[in-house]
């Protein structure tokens, strides 16, 4: 079916790349092609001399490979230092600390990368900010949000393990199964612990009106050609749930099991203590489920009806009130085009083809194309010695669009000292 994604999950590869890509490229010529092929845990290991030839060139990866970050130190050298070039090598991606990705087919994936922290925040770990930041760009100004497809995370949740199981997990985090009960992932993949590992689905409960209780699959997968040959290659076939009916999602299996986590005990333990000690910073986490009264309420309903109606949206191509003598130029992904009643004569504007609420929900191809139309658009401007000065907006919409305005490169310093708040 053309709505399903095939995509490989793999455990820690930690350097043994030939291996990896092998029997990637011996399972997308039997049963693919597969759509993506999404790396958890350790990618880099402590011998990386197998990626070289990846890295000029030489070889290239058989599926579209996205990465986790690092979880130690030494390997922050190994990833890229900005987000706009994520890209390691031909067709292996770094998809960077934590965000949500949606793939051209809508299979949206969320992800976090390192090690649970509470006392640094470095490049490879993560702590609760990150978490609420996370949860902020899937639900807010979200009201229809049900969940997330895939939950990426290279540690695995806090008491994920069923008891009859009796494993003992090192590398887990309370912060990890919290996520998991905001964004309501169908499937959760982990690695880092060197064993394959299946538990029965569960669902997470209700925490607003809007929610569904989506089951959640939990899948450990172990390291890359282990001797043992536990499992470290899963193959899944999914329809993205936004193409699923409501009644399909919340179709009952026989082995389900009780959710493992309690949602007011992890919060109490990660936030309200935190809140505490830190009385400055009360206001970094955005409760979703602060109680409103009705007018606010009714409000806040009317606004999300137009904000979500997309047949009406200025901004899809598709869309009838779409301003097509505007556009400039269409790409694969994004179009470029004149702002309606811009400020400058120049004033332009990049925006997806279709339906994104902000560049942090946008696929990987779009980001690539955006940064395409931006390089072109500095070329322009450059002609008559003005930069451009790019910011998003999606204002009385819920559709991104990166605006451009010409300033004299002269301003720059000036402009930015503004911006920093100097003056
Ligand atoms: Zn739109």
Redesign the pocket.
């Known amino acids: 079916m053309a709505d399903k994604v095939k995509i490989l999950l793999c455990g820690d590869a930690e350097g043994k790349f030939d291996a990896l890509f092998k029997r990637v490229d011996t399972i997308n010529k039997k049963s693919g092609p597969f759509d993506l092929l999404l790396c958890v845990g350790n990618f880099f290991g402590i011998n990386n001399k197998e990626f070289g030839p990846y890295r000029i060139g030489d070889k290239k990866a058989p599926v579209a490979t996205y990465i986790l970050g690092p979880n130690k130190q030494d390997h922050i050298d190994l990833y890229p230092n900005d987000d706009l070039h994520n890209e390691l090598s031909t067709n292996v991606y770094y998809l960077g600390k934590r965000g949500i990705f949606t793939d051209s087919k809508g299979l949206k994936i969320a992800y976090i990368s390192g090690i649970a922290s509470s006392n640094e925040n470095g490049p490879w770990t993560y702590n609760e900010s990150d978490i609420s930041e996370l949860c902020d760009i899937a639900l807010k100004g979200n009201p229809s949000f049900k969940g997330v497809d895939i939950l990426l995370t290279s540690q695995w949740p806090a008491d994920i393990v069923e008891q009859k199981d009796k494993l003992d997990v090192t590398q887990q985090s309370e912060l990890l199964s919290y996520l998991c009960m905001k964004l309501k992932p169908r499937y959760v993949i982990s690695a880092l612990e060197g064993i394959y590992y299946e538990r029965a689905p569960f669902r997470c409960p209700n925490l607003s009106d809007n929610d569904m209780e989506i089951a959640t699959r939990f899948i450990g997968l172990a390291r890359v050609g282990n001797p043992k040959k536990d499992k470290w290659l899963y193959a899944l076939n999914l329809t993205p749930m936004e193409k699923m009916k409501i009644a399909e999602l919340l179709q009952k299996t026989t082995d389900e099991t009780p959710c493992p986590f309690n949602f007011f005990d992890l919060e109490g333990k990660i936030f309200k203590s935190k809140k505490r000690k830190n009385p400055g910073h009360q206001q970094y986490f955005y409760d979703m489920n602060a109680p409103m009264d009705d007018q606010k309420k009714k409000s806040k309903q009317k606004k999300a009806r137009i904000e979500f109606d997309?047949d009406k949206?200025?901004?899809?191509l598709a869309?009838p009130t779409f301003d097509k003598h505007l556009v400039i130029s269409i790409g694969e992904f994004c179009y470029l085009a004149l702002t309606k009643g811009g400020i400058v004569e120049e004033h332009f504007m990049i925006s997806p083809l279709?339906?994104f609420q902000s560049s942090l929900a946008c696929t990987v191809e779009i980001q690539k194309e955006m940064a395409k139309f931006k390089k072109a658009l500095r070329k322009f401007y450059a002609r008559n010695e003005n930069v451009p000065v790019f910011f998003e907006r999606n204002y009385k919409?819920?559709?991104m669009q990166l605006q451009a305005i010409p300033i004299p490169k002269q301003a720059v310093r000036e402009l930015q000292e503004i911006f920093m708040g100097v003056y």
């Open positions: 997309q949206c200025w901004f899809c869309s279709t339906h919409t819920s559709h």
